[in-house]
Structure formats: C-alpha cells, structure tokens
C-alpha cells in the first residue's frame, strides 16, 4: 500500500520564506528596522559616508581613519573605464533604457576585467571594488552620451566622494555640499537590503559557481523591474502627472477607485512602514524647504495621507528618492541605474557571502500542469 506523500509547504512569490542565512543586514518588518551589519541605518545616515558603508558591507566592520583613506584612494583609483568600454557605452543607442545600458556595460566591463573567473575572495573583493567605483562613470557617462554631451572624466581624487564624483559627471558642475550630502545619504538608503529580488538573483547566480559580474548583470535585469527599483522613476511620473498639491487628494482617490497600483507604496516586508522612507522622507522635507521647493513634500503628504486612510499602505524608499532626485536636477531615466549604484555594494556583499558558504540554490515547483498521459505518434495527432 503507498501513502500519499505529504504535501511540502508552498508560499506564493516566497513570501515568509526563510532563503538562507546572512550576516550582512537585517530587515525587521514588526520593529519597521533596518541593519547593516548590526548597525541602525538611521544611524549610519546621519554620521557615515556611502564610502564607509560599503567598506562595512564587504569587510563587516567599519573602517577606522587610515582604513578608510586606503579604501577612497582605491575607489579613486578605479574609477576610469577601460576605454574600449567607455568608447562603446558612447555608441550605445542614445533611446535605449539606461538600465539596459548599465547591463550591457557592465558584460563589457566583465570582458576586460583580468579577475573575471578568479572567485577567490581576494578576487572577488577587488571586483566588488571595482564595479563599486565604475558604475558611476558607465552610468553618467551613457546618459552625457545619450544626451550629447560631451563626456565629463570622473575624479581621480580620494578627497572627491564617491556622491560628489557623479553629480559632477552627471551635470558638468560641481554640486553643492547639501546636494552631495543629501544625495549621499539616498545612496546609504539603497546599499543592502536582505534577500530582496535582485539580490536573491545575484546569490541564484552565484550559487551555481558563476561569477561575480554574472551574478551582478543578474541582479541589474532583476533591478529595473518596476516593482523593484523601477519604482522610483514610476514614483516620479506619478507625482508629475498629480501636478499640484491641492490636487493631489482627489488624484489618488480616483487612481484607488481605478484600481491602479500608486508605484513607490507598499513593500513585501514593511508592511508598517519602510524606515527608509521615513529617513528620507524627512530628509526631502528638508532640501524642498532649502530649495524654496517645500510643493513635493506636501504633494507626498497629501498622497500619503490618502494611501494610508483607504488601504493602509505606506509609502516605501522609492518614493521620497524620487522627488529628492527631482529637485537635485537628476533626469528621471537615471533613477533606477542610481539605485544600482548604490545597491552594488550590497549585492557584491552577498555574492562573496554566498560564495564562502555555498550551497546550490534549486527550489522545487510546485507542478500545475496535465498529470501524466501517454505519447502520441506526429501521424495520429489530429
Ligand atoms: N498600490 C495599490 N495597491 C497596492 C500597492 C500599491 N502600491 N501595493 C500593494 N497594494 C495592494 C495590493 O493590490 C493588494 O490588494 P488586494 O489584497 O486587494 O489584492 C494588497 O495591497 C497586498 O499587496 P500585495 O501585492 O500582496 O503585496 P506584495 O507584498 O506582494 O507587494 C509590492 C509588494 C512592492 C510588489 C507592491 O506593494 C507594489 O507593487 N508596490 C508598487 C511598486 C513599488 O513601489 N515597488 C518598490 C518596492 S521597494
């Protein structure tokens, strides 16, 4: 006699499944928290840099002075594309997405990267590092290029951040300490967070003994969706499209009433609040008060307001970003590649993790289809 097995447990879109052990952050949907390596993002917003946190994140602790000034110079270091990449992120076509664009160029930049097979942690540190470094340039670079504009070279100085190297590559000028410091701390916001889709598509890749660069172009194509990073340009044609503060109410009972799903709300884990976008949202609050720009932040209060009334869903990191980015001139097409360029840090972190305690990651499915029928000959089919 056979006993039906029982069934194994199956949670649409994973949701409440535990994928795997890390030690890199910690997002706690009850306390509506976020950690990095044992450290309060809300903390590191305030007092860090993005530079010492992806230096937490691959190495797990922060860099002390000297650390730190080591770790700049080598991004410093870095930042120039080999220029066969550089020459073809020009000769991209100028309408393609730019997320596609960063995919491309980063496969380029795979091509001339002499670790590219080497996963020794070693080698994947000084990848991560590299990519981290890079990014910027490849996305200002294909955006000056799309736009024809010239193209502006990135610093080579370690006393030019990270945030303040690609505003300038970005517009040409130099940015305004309040935009470098709002700008980074969006970039904190962004660098890790968990399992989340691009980064369970890099450890996928990476668990299969792949690469590095692999794992990342994974993890970009997983990105640009816009239920994951896509959100933040979403976010912004939305609030576009709103218009105006006093409209702004009427704008979103109709879109509930419509059924549209409003982009930059509601969050798998959050379901409480995204702490990033409380972070931020003070933060946008702020720069529109010194901009004379105080409009976005009430348009996103009175939405906000509205969301929370109707269906109890709070707004998530993509959507405070968005305005923030709006008022430091950024085009709203180099969103989603900003978020990449953060995120990096945070999906080097777990490929390197994944590598160091790997296991092939191969889920089941659960199958739908017809059970099993017998074969029919090409002849008899009708
Ligand atoms: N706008 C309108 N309704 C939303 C919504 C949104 N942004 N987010 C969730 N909901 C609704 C769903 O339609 C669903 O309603 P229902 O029960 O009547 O069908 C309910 O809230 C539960 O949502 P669900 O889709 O199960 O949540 P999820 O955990 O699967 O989805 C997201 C999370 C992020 C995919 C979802 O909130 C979303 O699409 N948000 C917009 C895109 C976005 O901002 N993404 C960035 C995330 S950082």
Redesign the pocket.
């Known amino acids: 006699m056979t006993t039906a097995a029982t069934p194994l447990p199956y949670s649409p879109?994973l949701?409440g499944v535990i994928a795997g052990p890390t030690s890199i952050s910690k997002v706690d949907s009850q306390r509506c928290s976020l950690v990095y390596r044992g450290y309060d993002v809300q903390a590191l917003v305030e007092a860090a840099t993005y530079e010492e946190i992806a230096y937490l994140l691959f190495h797990g602790e922060l860099p002390n002075q000297t650390a730190l000034s080591t770790f700049r110079q080598l991004l410093a270091s870095h930042r120039e594309l080999p220029p066969p990449v550089l020459a073809a992120i020009q000769s991209f076509p100028k309408t393609v997405h730019p997320m596609d664009a960063l995919r491309a160029a980063t496969a380029l930049m795979a091509l001339h990267d002499a670790d590219v097979e080497d996963n020794s942690p070693e080698a994947n540190l000084r990848k991560a590092i590299r990519l981290t470094a890079q990014f910027p340039t490849a996305i200002a670079a294909y955006y000056r290029a799309s736009a024809d504009k010239s193209y502006i070279a990135p610093s080579s100085s370690p006393d030019v951040s990270h945030a303040e190297n690609f505003l300038r590559m970005m517009s040409g000028e130099s940015p305004t300490p309040l935009s470098v410091k709002v700008f980074d701390m969006t970039l904190i916001c962004y660098a890790e967070?968990g399992f989340?889709a691009s980064t369970f598509a890099a450890r996928v890749t990476a668990s299969t003994e792949s690469d590095l660069h692999s794992a990342v172009i994974s993890a970009i194509g997983a990105l640009k969706g816009?239920?994951?990073?896509?959100?933040?340009e979403?976010?912004m044609k939305m609030l576009l499209e709103v218009g105006t503060v006093e409209k702004a109410r009427t704008w979103m009972e109709t879109?509930?009433a419509e059924?549209?799903?409003?982009?930059?709300?509601?969050?798998?884990?959050y379901?409480f609040g995204?702490p990033r976008a409380r972070i931020l949202k003070r933060v946008g609050k702020d720069l529109g008060e010194q901009l004379g720009q105080p409009h976005w932040d009430a348009m996103a209060a009175a939405l906000e307001e509205v969301?929370l009334a109707e269906?109890s869903?709070h707004?998530?990191?993509?959507?405070p970003t968005a305005y923030i980015y709006y008022m430091l001139g950024l085009p709203i097409p180099v969103y989603t590649p900003i978020f990449a360029l953060a995120r990096i840090a945070g999906w080097s972190a777990h490929v390197m993790e994944q590598m160091a305690h790997n296991r092939l990651i191969r889920p089941k499915a659960l199958y739908e289809g017809v059970s099993f029928r017998p074969f029919v000959a090409l002849a008899e089919r009708g």
Do not use: Q, S, T
Request: charged residues 30%.
């Open positions: 879109g949701e967070h989340n816009p239920l994951h990073g896509g959100a933040n979403e976010a879109a509930l059924k549209r799903k409003i982009m930059g709300f509601g969050h798998r884990e379901k995204d969301m269906k869903i707004p998530n990191v993509d959507f």
